[in-house]
């Protein structure tokens, strides 16, 4: 059984650096040919793919956030993490990692795992 598990700060001032990091178990970041995708949801709103990276370690942005998003990953500790810089309160929202096993990155996606989410609030 995969399990996929957010962590960060819940809290970020404006005009700073989001960073959420998402710890897999179960199952290696390595593995084909899966993409593991940050994808958020704010308040009242959809949800929103943000960007992916694949087992290989390639990555896709989302175009509306692309100039602000960065991902990486730590096979060693079988991680990935986002990086969200220049955040302002259109930033806040609960952040997912999932696992896509859909044959390219993006939506729609075929998401078989979700972590339970993190809320990050966006505010001085």
């Known amino acids: 059984q995969v399990q996929l598990q957010e962590s960060g700060p819940g809290l970020v001032k404006p005009s700073q650096t989001l960073s959420l990091t998402c710890t897999v178990s179960?199952?290696?970041?390595?593995?084909?040919?899966?993409?593991w995708s940050w994808i958020r949801q704010p308040p009242g709103k959809g949800l929103e793919w943000m960007g992916a990276?694949?087992?290989?370690?390639?990555?896709y942005y989302s175009p509306s956030l692309e100039s602000r998003t960065s991902l990486s990953r730590d096979t060693s500790k079988n991680q990935f993490t986002l990086q969200l810089s220049s955040v302002t309160p259109e930033d806040t929202a609960v952040y997912y990692c999932?696992?896509?096993?859909?044959?390219?990155?993006?939506?729609?996606?075929?998401?078989?795992?979700w972590g339970q989410g993190t809320q990050v609030t966006v505010s001085s």
């Open positions: 999932a696992r896509d096993r859909g044959p390219v990155a993006g939506p729609p996606g075929e998401y078989d795992y």
């Open positions: 179960g199952g290696s970041i390595t593995t084909n040919y899966y993409h």
């Open positions: 990276i694949a087992y290989v370690g390639s990555t």
